[in-house]
């Protein structure tokens, strides 16, 4: 019988979770790029910088022992404290449904999470499940919401082709701009994701992509005449898997994982690679914090 999504999310795990807060990048009240680190709404009285005064600030930020020290007019700026919401997009295409756990089942997983962590701080969620068949977006805020997600992604099976390039384009498009927006996928729809990702970026919003591969895709042992199927297509090819062609399709790898890496980085945005094989537990977190997601 297939994982669920929820079968780990036990009391043992939640409790984890309360260690952990998001760490994503945002821009400050003043336009100076820093980390979130707030738990609730409003402004902040935490010191960020001074900028030079000019005709018309308010005289109640100027920094009056700097005046005193230094015979010159500051003015003090503060980071602001901001809850920007987070929002999850989950690729549930047919190429999803592979190892063991599926790519899948380990992406919801690490979804929900991050989302549970959100929550914990009262920051509140949205997901978004790119599918042939629409599913309505599920909204989360409350600290105990994590179980209306979960019970939706446990009645998902993955199939058909990836609509997640359109499910990125319609968070673009949709408010807040100013969002978290985590993308789940085993990276294969590149032509119709690329510009979707782009166009959110270009609206304001931080965006993490995390490309989800099974051992079998990044680390292949087996030899032999075989006969694939794609899964989105159905298209069949016959396949002789000597070490010549292992070592091509080692090759088209690395190739795949330079070219999402180059791209990201031309695009300010984060990415990581997660093992569908990967248990939920220290070692993802260790990952998710080194790719900036939390802290």
Same mark, same amino acid.
Request: net charge negative.
């Given at each position: 019988?297939?994982?669920?999504?929820?079968?780990?999310?036990?009391?043992?795990?939640? @409790?984890?979770?309360?260690?952990?807060?998001?760490?994503?990048?945002? !821009?400050?009240? /003043?336009?100076?790029?820093?980390?979130?680190?707030?738990?609730?709404?409003?402004?902040?009285?935490?010191?960020?910088?001074?900028?030079?005064? &000019?005709?018309?600030?308010?005289?109640?930020?100027?920094?009056?022992?700097?005046?005193?020290?230094?015979?010159?007019?500051?003015?003090?700026?503060?980071?602001?404290?901001?809850?920007?919401?987070? $929002?999850?997009?989950?690729?549930?295409?047919?190429?999803?449904? +592979?190892?063991?756990?599926?790519?899948?089942?380990?992406?919801?997983?690490?979804?929900?999470?991050?989302?549970?962590?959100?929550?914990?701080?009262?920051?509140?969620?949205?997901?978004?499940?790119?599918?042939?068949?629409?599913? $309505?977006? &599920?909204?989360?805020?409350?600290?105990?919401? =994590?179980?209306?997600?979960?019970?939706?992604?446990?009645?998902?099976?993955?199939? *058909?082709?990836?609509?997640? *390039?359109?499910?990125?384009?319609? /968070?673009?498009?949709?408010?807040?701009?100013?969002?978290? !927006?985590? &993308?789940?996928?085993?990276?294969?729809?590149?032509?119709?994701?690329?510009?979707?990702?782009? %166009?959110?970026?270009?609206?304001?919003?931080?965006?993490?992509?995390? =490309?989800?591969?099974?051992?079998? $895709?990044?680390?292949?042992? =087996?030899?032999?005449?075989?006969? +694939?199927?794609?899964?989105?297509? *159905?298209?069949? %090819?016959?396949?002789?898997?000597?070490?010549?062609?292992?070592?091509?399709?080692?090759?088209?790898?690395?190739? +795949?994982? %330079?070219?999402?890496?180059?791209?990201?980085?031309?695009?300010?945005?984060? !990415?990581? @690679?997660?093992?569908?094989?990967? $248990? =939920? *537990?220290?070692?993802? +977190?260790?990952?998710?914090?080194?790719?900036?997601?939390?802290?």
């Amino acid at each position: 019988m297939p994982e669920k999504v929820s079968e780990v999310f036990d009391g043992k795990l939640l @409790e984890s979770l309360t260690r952990f807060e998001l760490a994503v990048r945002t !821009l400050t009240s /003043s336009g100076i790029r820093g980390e979130k680190r707030s738990r609730r709404k409003g402004s902040s009285s935490e010191y960020a910088d001074h900028r030079q005064y &000019v005709h018309g600030d308010d005289l109640r930020r100027l920094d009056w022992h700097a005046l005193a020290r230094l015979d010159t007019m500051l003015i003090r700026l503060y980071a602001a404290e901001e809850t920007l919401p987070l $929002e999850i997009i989950i690729d549930t295409s047919a190429s999803m449904d +592979f190892g063991d756990p599926t790519k899948y089942v380990t992406a919801a997983r690490v979804g929900c999470c991050l989302t549970q962590i959100a929550l914990l701080h009262a920051t509140p969620a949205l997901w978004r499940f790119a599918n042939e068949k629409p599913l $309505e977006p &599920v909204r989360l805020s409350g600290r105990n919401d =994590i179980g209306r997600v979960l019970r939706v992604l446990d009645e998902i099976v993955p199939d *058909g082709k990836s609509t997640l *390039g359109e499910a990125v384009r319609r /968070s673009a498009l949709a408010g807040p701009r100013r969002k978290s !927006l985590v &993308v789940l996928t085993d990276g294969y729809d590149i032509e119709e994701l690329r510009p979707a990702l782009r %166009a959110c970026r270009a609206s304001g919003t931080e965006v993490y992509l995390a =490309i989800v591969l099974a051992p079998e $895709e990044t680390d292949p042992t =087996i030899r032999g005449e075989f006969t +694939f199927i794609d899964a989105e297509s *159905g298209t069949e %090819a016959a396949l002789s898997l000597d070490r010549p062609t292992l070592k091509r399709y080692m090759e088209m790898l690395e190739g +795949f994982r %330079a070219d999402w890496s180059e791209y990201c980085r031309g695009s300010g945005i984060a !990415l990581m @690679e997660l093992s569908s094989a990967l $248990e =939920i *537990g220290p070692e993802l +977190f260790r990952t998710l914090a080194a790719g900036g997601l939390i802290g």
